[in-house]
């Protein structure tokens, strides 16, 4: 069975939450049995962080890579748009050689090259949507470029065969933004690869503690894009409640300009319990986790939540807005702790309850890795996609077109 895979990001190139489960998935479908053959991938992708322009990932896997125009936040839908006659040229190049039994697109921004690939070809297109521009903007479409966004997720959903989202509340965004039919839609979830997490040794952990808690402060730890939907404000909001039952408590702040927020921190009057860190590695990102009393996430949107699992994985105490997918992988009081979204009296709670049971805060991380390594490991998941695949290439196989 012979997959062509649309992203907008691969690595090197990975942005957020797509890029890392694209990363994730594409190598495990590789060589995957089906009853058409083992899986083939060919991944059509941009270019923007460099890499080779064609690399073999494994034996089932190609990724290939086109140059397009700079970034230019300016003007983004139309410079996708554009952009997407460059992934369409590669891909038909590629189709010449043997054809696609199915297209499996990443979000909107290949979105029109894998409708006009769909038509060429006449193969059936799945669409994975990972957030939509509607949610990102609490329901909202303010500008022009959100409204052509939105009608083109639209469209995508409507001329794709078959939607995967990473969670149930994906499915009702779908549902009620497009008149996604729910039986056109699956719930397959995101996944992490724990074993390329980093394991810190632990004269590193001794030094990040030194620099961070010399005197035992307890340490709260928020990493993410620093866009309004992730919430960040609402947790520096949350600061003086907590300090004010724990008073040494210290949050530290990872994400490319975060610094922004300092301003805030300074008005609220907490600036000296927090550290604007800006961004930092994975392997950063991994060592603190290991060393903080919880990660805290306190999205107002959040389709699913990755970086939750890469928490529990790091057996890292985690507390997260009950919203969206992200409420559906942190369940309360069993793997971790929930709150209001755009509550900070709540994250407060929350701080206060883990910090009171640490007995019952050591259960919650156990089950919490328990349940990241049999629920959301890449090769389950894969291979949940693959029976996906199999069944819309027999439907499309009895189908004229």
Not at 140 to 167: A, F, G, M, P
Not at 192 to 210: F, K, M, V
Not at 258 to 267: Q, V
Not at 362 to 389: D, G, K, M, P, S
Request: proline share 6%; aromatic share 10%; glycine share 6%.
């Amino acid at each position: 069975m012979r997959i062509l895979v649309l992203t907008w990001e691969y690595p090197p190139y990975v942005v957020g939450g797509m890029g890392k489960h694209v990363a994730g998935l594409v190598p495990e479908l590789g060589g995957i049995p089906s009853r058409y053959g083992p899986v083939m991938v060919d991944v059509v992708t941009t270019r923007y962080a460099g890499g080779l322009e064609v690399e073999p990932i494994n034996p089932y896997v190609t990724v290939h890579r086109v140059d397009v125009a700079p970034f230019d936040p300016m003007d983004l839908y139309n410079q996708v748009i554009t952009a997407n006659d460059a992934l369409v040229a590669r891909a038909r190049q590629l189709a010449e050689q043997t054809p696609y039994d199915l297209i499996h697109v990443h979000d909107w921004l290949p979105g029109v090259a894998s409708i006009i690939l769909k038509h060429d070809f006449k193969t059936p297109l799945v669409a994975t949507i990972h957030a939509t521009e509607r949610g990102r903007h609490q329901g909202h479409l303010d500008n022009n470029t959100s409204r052509q966004i939105d009608t083109l997720e639209w469209k995508l959903c409507y001329e794709s065969w078959h939607l995967i989202v990473c969670s149930q509340y994906m499915t009702n965004e779908l549902y009620w933004y497009f008149s996604a039919p729910r039986g056109k839609i699956s719930v397959i979830p995101n996944g992490i690869a724990a074993t390329q997490l980093h394991t810190c040794p632990s004269e590193q952990l001794d030094g990040l503690r030194a620099a961070y808690a010399p005197n035992g402060e307890r340490l709260l730890f928020y990493v993410g894009r620093i866009t309004y939907e992730k919430g960040l404000h609402i947790l520096l909001r949350a600061m003086p409640h907590i300090l004010r039952d724990h008073a040494t408590t210290r949050l530290l702040v990872a994400g490319k300009n975060s610094r922004h927020y300092l301003p805030l921190a300074t008005e609220l009057g907490v600036s000296r319990s927090v550290r604007f860190l800006d961004y930092i590695s994975d392997a950063q990102r991994d060592c603190l986790y290991q060393v903080v009393d919880a990660a805290i996430f306190p999205s107002l949107y959040e389709p699913f939540g990755i970086v939750a699992l890469e928490a529990m994985a790091q057996n890292c105490n985690v507390i997260a807005s009950d919203v969206g997918g992200l409420g559906e992988v942190v369940e309360h009081l069993v793997n971790g702790l929930t709150v209001y979204p755009n509550d900070p009296e709540s994250i407060a709670w929350a701080v206060r309850t883990l910090f009171a049971n640490p007995a019952a805060a050591e259960q919650r991380r156990i089950t919490a890795l328990h349940q990241v390594e049999e629920r959301y490991n890449w090769a389950v998941i894969a291979r949940q996609t693959v029976t996906l695949f199999e069944r819309v290439v027999e439907e499309r196989r009895q189908t004229p077109w």
